[in-house]
């Protein structure tokens, strides 16, 4: 065994082939190179950059104190939460249901590829085109004017509580 009350300086390469143990802080003035695995039984920080050329794996919760960037996929394997707006650049697909739980406002066309149900009432504050036979289960009532620019056809019953002017035979 050796002991030393004083300080040690080593001018040339230093091997030690056991444990090193030191029990206050430890300053380094060039590169650290580990070769092995590195546990941390406490905090890190870091002054500067970090760069990882691998996968990091986080055990617990992850907190970003700022804008994080990622410069590719993000793949979220369980449910996702945000409690601000969601921003998206570029076209957005969902392949199942999507479900908003208050209003929502489009300000451009929306395109609907198969059926459509709408469940509650529906307003439409301008015209409304269909490019194809329409169906209604219901009565259709018009508060205005209507103008039909071809024949109709009525299958039963046709009441009129007004006068009926025909302007032809």
Request: proline content about 0%.
């Given at each position: ?8 300086y ?16 430890t ?19 870091v ?16 907190v ?13 394997g ?12 570029s ?5 199942a249901k999507?479900f ?31 490019g ?38």
């Amino acid at each position: 065994n050796a002991s030393l009350s004083g300080k040690l300086y080593v001018v040339s390469d230093t091997s030690m082939n056991a444990n090193l143990f030191v029990g206050a802080d430890t300053s380094l003035s060039g590169k650290l190179y580990v070769i092995h695995d590195t546990s941390l039984n406490a905090n890190l920080f870091v002054g500067a950059d970090s760069s990882l050329s691998g996968k990091l794996y986080v055990q617990g919760t992850s907190v970003l104190n700022n804008d994080a960037s990622l410069n590719a996929n993000l793949f979220v394997g369980a449910d996702a939460s945000l409690s601000g707006k969601l921003y998206v650049v570029s076209d957005t697909s969902l392949n199942a249901k999507l479900f908003v739980g208050s209003d929502s406002s489009l300000s451009g066309k929306l395109r609907v590829l198969g059926t459509t149900n709408l469940i509650a009432d529906v307003s439409i504050n301008s015209k409304l085109f269909v490019g194809s036979d329409s169906s209604m289960s219901g009565k259709l009532r018009v508060s205005g004017d209507t103008s039909l620019n071809s024949n109709l056809f009525v299958g039963k019953d046709a009441s009129l509580s007004g006068k009926l002017y025909v302007v032809s035979d």
